[in-house]
C-alpha cells in the first residue's frame, strides 16, 4: 500500500468510527432515561453518551469517507469498529463501580452474544445496566458494521457484496438485490422477529421490561438474562417453549427469510434440514439418558433436555437447571456447543454447513480409498463444490481447533486451575456459548 493509500484508510477508519461511536452515544441514552424513570442511578449513562459523542465527533472531522477497494480495507473497518464499540459500550458499566477490564469483558461479551457476565448477582443491578446489556446483544446479533451499511448508506465502501454473501451464505450465491436492499430487508427481518419475540413473552407473563430484555437477548442467541437463574426463573413451560422457538428462529439463515419475502425460488435449505435434525436428535437423546439416570418426572426430564440442547447448540446459554453434574450431558453439550447453528444466522459456533461439507469431503475420502473410481465430488444444496471451497472448510476447521488449543494451554497457564475449567471457560467464549462447565470468578 501507498502511503497516500494507507492514509485514506486511516481517515475513512476514522469517520466509519465516529459515525458508529455517535450512533453509540445516542442508544445510551434510552438506559439513561430508564433508570431516571426507575428511580436509580443514571448519570453513569449521561456520562458514557457524552463521552462516546465526543469522541464521535472528532473521529468523525479528522476523518474522511473514501471509496474502498480491497478486502483487507473491509476487515480493518469491521475490526476497528468493534474494538472502538467495544471501548466505549463498557463506559457505563466502568461508571457502575466496576473495574475497567471487568466492564470491558461484559461490553465485549454483550456485542459478540457470548452471553459471560461479571456480575455475581444480576438481580442487584439496575434497569438501566439489564437494558444495556439486552441492547449490546440486540445490536452484536445482527453485526454491528451491517447495521451500520443499512443505516449509513453513505458508506462508499466497494466490495462488500462478496463479503456480505460469503457471511449470509457461505455455500451459494443467488440473485438478490444490491447490498443495501438485502442489508435492509434483513435488519427489518431481525427487528421483527425480536419484537415477535418480546410480544410472546410478554403474553406468556413475562413483565414488558423483563420481555423487552429477554427479547433481544433471545433472538440475539446472547443469554443475557434479568435473573440469576436465566429463565428457570419463571418455572414456566410456556415461556420456555417460546424461548426454544425463538432461539431456533435466530440460528436459521437470515438469507432464507429473505428469500422467502422476495419469493426467489423454494427455500430449501440443506443446513436447516440437518440443524433441526441435529437439535432433535440430540434433545432425545439427552432425555433418555436422563430417564435412566436422574429421577425425574418425563415431562420434566423433556423440558430439561430440549431447553439445555437448544440453548447451547445455537449458543444462546440460557439454562433452565444445573446440569453441569450430569456427566454425560455434560459432556455432550461441551460439543454440541462447538457445532453451532446456520450460516448468516446470529448464532455462533462452527456452523451447520461446514460440518456437512466437512463429512461428505471425510466420508468421500474413505470411498475414494475403498474403490479409486468412485465419484470424489461434493454437494452442498445440489451444488457441486469446487477445491478451494472444500479447502477453505478444512483451513476453518484447522485455525478453530488451533485456537482453542493453544488458548485452553494458556488459559490453564494465567489461572492455574484444573483443566475442565481451562478448556470450558475457552470453549464457553470460542463459541459464545456462554455458561462452562465449571465457575469461573473475576
Avoid at 246 to 258: A, D, K, R, T, V
Avoid at 389 to 409: D, H, K
Wanted: hydrophobic share 45%.
Amino acid at each position: 500500500m501507498e502511503n497516500s493509500q494507507i492514509l485514506q484508510l486511516l481517515r475513512s477508519i476514522a469517520f466509519i468510527i465516529g459515525a458508529f461511536l455517535i450512533l453509540f452515544g445516542l442508544i445510551m441514552l434510552i438506559p439513561a432515561i430508564t433508570n431516571k424513570y426507575c428511580g436509580y442511578e443514571w448519570e453513569n449513562f449521561l456520562a458514557g453518551f457524552a463521552i462516546t459523542c465526543s469522541f464521535g465527533v472528532v473521529f468523525t472531522l479528522l476523518g474522511k469517507l473514501n471509496k474502498l477497494h480491497s478486502t483487507s480495507a473491509i476487515f480493518a473497518i469491521t475490526g476497528c469498529t468493534w474494538i472502538a464499540s467495544s471501548i466505549f459500550a463498557a463506559i457505563p458499566f466502568y461508571l457502575n463501580n466496576q473495574s475497567y477490564s471487568d466492564a470491558l469483558f461484559e461490553a465485549v461479551s454483550g456485542i459478540t452474544t457470548t452471553g459471560a457476565t461479571i456480575f455475581n448477582n444480576i438481580e442487584e443491578q439496575s434497569p438501566g445496566i439489564l437494558l444495556w446489556r439486552a441492547i449490546l446483544h440486540c445490536i452484536g446479533g445482527l453485526g454491528i458494521i451491517t447495521i451500520g451499511i443499512a443505516v449509513f448508506p453513505l458508506f462508499k465502501v466497494i466490495s462488500l457484496n462478496n463479503l456480505l454473501y460469503s457471511e449470509y451464505s457461505d455455500a451459494i450465491k443467488k440473485r438478490l438485490p444490491n447490498t443495501r436492499t438485502v442489508v435492509i430487508y434483513i435488519t427489518g427481518i431481525y427487528y421483527s422477529l425480536t419484537l415477535l419475540c418480546v410480544f410472546f413473552y410478554y403474553l406468556a407473563g413475562m413483565s414488558l421490561f423483563d420481555a423487552i430484555c429477554h427479547g433481544m437477548s433471545t433472538v440475539a442467541t446472547g443469554g443475557f438474562s434479568n435473573y440469576n437463574d436465566s429463565i428457570g426463573h419463571y418455572n414456566s413451560p410456556t415461556l420456555e417453549v417460546i424461548t426454544i422457538i425463538f432461539m431456533i428462529l435466530g440460528s436459521l439463515p437470515f438469507l432464507s427469510y429473505l428469500k422467502i419475502i422476495r419469493k426467489l425460488d423454494i427455500c430449501y435449505d440443506e443446513q436447516v434440514y440437518y440443524f433441526i435434525m441435529v437439535v432433535t436428535i440430540s434433545s432425545l437423546l439427552t432425555c433418555f439418558w436422563l430417564y435412566q439416570n436422574v429421577d425425574l418426572e418425563v415431562p420434566l426430564l423433556f423440558r430439561y433436555s430440549t431447553f439445555t440442547i437448544t440453548s447451547l447448540i445455537t449458543s444462546t446459554g440460557y439454562s433452565i437447571c444445573n446440569y453441569i453434574n450430569w456427566s454425560f450431558v455434560s459432556v455432550f453439550a461441551f460439543f454440541l456447543t462447538f457445532i453451532g447453528g446456520c450460516s448468516g444466522s446470529t448464532s455462533s459456533g462452527i456452523k451447520i454447513f461446514r460440518m456437512i461439507i466437512f463429512l461428505r469431503s471425510i466420508r468421500n475420502y474413505f470411498r475414494t480409498i475403498i474403490n479409486p473410481e468412485a465419484e470424489n465430488k461434493v454437494k452442498f444444496n445440489d451444488k457441486t463444490l469446487e477445491d478451494n471451497e472444500i479447502s477453505s472448510v478444512f483451513i476453518f476447521f484447522a485455525i478453530y481447533i488451533l485456537t482453542f488449543t493453544v488458548s485452553s494451554i494458556v488459559m490453564s497457564y494465567l489461572i492455574n486451575t484444573d483443566p475442565i475449567t481451562s478448556i470450558s471457560s475457552v470453549s464457553a467464549t470460542l463459541t459464545n456459548s456462554g455458561p462452562g462447565l465449571a465457575l469461573l470468578h473475576s
